[in-house]
């Protein structure tokens, strides 16, 4: 599960040092959920597993349409990745 571990140590690590009203802005590879030796690929229900304890002010997704164009609040397909791109709070 890419949700569980050191990113979500992390998460709770920075959770502990960040002002009252800071923000967390968080993106990452997007899609069918996996983790390999170069990343970890978060689907909706890791991802938000990674969150737990953070309040979203702000969840969008993109795909790639080319190599340089990118698309906006656009779930990926199947079998495809894009990136998630999150604006927490830490949860009261």
Do not use: C, K
């Not at 899609?31 to 969840?59: C, K, P, Q």
């Amino acid at each position: 599960n890419p949700g569980s571990g050191s990113d979500h140590a992390l998460l709770q690590r920075v959770g502990e040092i960040l002002a009252p009203d800071g923000l967390l802005v968080l993106t990452t590879p997007y899609g069918t959920g996996e983790v390999s030796d170069f990343e970890r690929i978060y689907d909706s229900e890791s991802l938000a597993a990674l969150l737990n304890g953070w309040e979203i002010r702000e969840r969008r997704t993109a795909t790639r349409r080319d190599n340089l164009a990118w698309v906006a609040d656009e779930e990926p397909a199947p079998g495809t990745t894009g990136v998630a791109m999150v604006v927490a709070t830490r949860a009261e």
